[in-house]
C-alpha cells in the first residue's frame, strides 16, 4: 500500500494549472492522478467545462501524437488482425457526438466509514462532456467484424460477445484492460477525438479514448491502443502480453465486503450494476452502469442565501447510467419530507438530467438533499451502512459499505447546510 508514483505530483500540478476549476482530492497510497470539481456549482450546469471536469487514472499519461496513432484489431472479425491509423478513422469513418456523464466508480469513497484507502472522493468525481468521435460499430466494421450478427437484439443477450480496450498506458507489469458486452459496444460507444467541442486533452485520453455512456469512468479507456472481441471478459492470461491483464476488470472494480478475494468470471448475468447488487447470481458485481444518482449544485452552501421576492431556486443534477431518470425529490429537512423537483433540459441516454425545485424558506439552517429514482422505480438510499452488515445493507436500504468504496450513492452524505439570511422584509 506504500509504493508510490514518481511523476504523479508534476502532472497533477500541471492539470491544476490548466484546470482552474478543479481541485486535488487526498490519495491515500499516492498512487493516482486525481483531481475534482472544485465547486458545487459543476452542477447546477448541464454541460461541464474541461476546466472543471474531474481527472483520474493511475499510470503515467503516455506520449500520443494523433498523426502517427493508430489501433489494433488483433482478431475482432474473421480476417486477419490489423492496425488501423488514428487518421483514416477520424478521416472515413462517421463522426457522432454523444452526452456522457462520467462518474468515476469510486465517487462517494471518501464517505465510507470507517475509511476504505485509495481515493477519498466525496462526490467530486463526475462530469458531463459531449464526446465527439467516431461510432465503435463503423471502427469494428472497418476492423471485418459482421456487426449486424454481432448486435443481435437489443441490449445484452444470449451468446453476447465481450469487448475489451486496453490503453496505451499499459507497462510490462500491468494491462490496463477493461471489457464490455459487445452489444453495447455496438449500440452507443464511440471512439472520442474530441471533447466540448475542442481536440481532446491528453489527460482525458488524447488522441483518442473509448467513451461508454451512463457507464462508471473505468470503462471508458483513454489512449486507446487496441480493441478485442472475445467469447469472455478479459481474465488473467487471456491476452498475449506481458504482466498481469485482469486486474482492472477482476480484482479492482468489485463491489465486495471486507477481506474478500472475487473470483474471476468470464461473464455474467446480469450486467446492470444494481441488478447484480440484488441478484444472488453474481457474488461480487463489476462496476459496469451507472447507479441512480443526484446531486444539488445551488445554492451551494458556501454562503448564506437571501430569498428573491420570498423564494430560493434549488437545482441540480440527476443521472442513472444509461437508464432514464424518472423523477428527482428534494427534501428542505435532511430527509424528513420530500417535494417533487422538476426535470428539464437535454435528454441524453447516458447523461444526467438539470432539475429546479421552488423553495420558500423561513430564515435560518436548514439541510437540503435530492434523491432520485430511475425508470424502474430504484431510488438512492438515504445512507451507507457499517462494514458487518455487508452486502446485505441492501435490504435494510442502505447502500452497502464495500471494501473498494464502489458505487455508492447515498443521498445524505451530499446534503448542503444551508443558511437562509433574514431579508429584511
Ligand atoms: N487507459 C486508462 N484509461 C482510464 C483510466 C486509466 O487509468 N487508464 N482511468 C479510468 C478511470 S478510473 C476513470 S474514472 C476515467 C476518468 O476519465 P477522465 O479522467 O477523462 O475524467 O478514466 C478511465 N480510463
Ligand atoms: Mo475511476
Redesign the pocket.
Known sequence: MSETRTGRREEIDTILDRKPGTSETRDEADRYTVVGAASRETFADWLTPIEE???????PIPEGDADAWTIDLPGSGDGDPIELPLSEIIEDLPTVAVGHT?????NGRGQHDPETGSVQWGCE?V?TAVWTGTPVRSVLRAGGLDTDEAAGSDGPHEGDRWLTAI???STEEET?ARSIPLSKALADCVLAHGMNGEALPA???YPV?LVVPGW?????????AELRVLGEMVTEGSLDRPGTHARWQQDDYRIHPEGATPEHRGTVEPIDTRDQLESSAVEHPYTFDETVMSLIGRPTGEEPVTPREGGVTVCGVAWAGDDRVAGVEVSTDGGETWHDGGLFGPEYAGAWRLFEYDWEPEPGTHTLASRATDEHGRSQPATIGAPEEGLDAIESGKFPWNEGGYAANAFLPNAIEIEIADDGG
Open positions: 471536469h474531474f481527472v483520474c487514472h493511475r499510470n462520467m462518474e468515476c466508480a469510486g468525481a462530469g490503453g496505451a498506458d490496463f489527460e482525458h485520453g479514448r462508471y469512468g473505468v470503462n471508458s479507456v483513454k489512449w486507446l
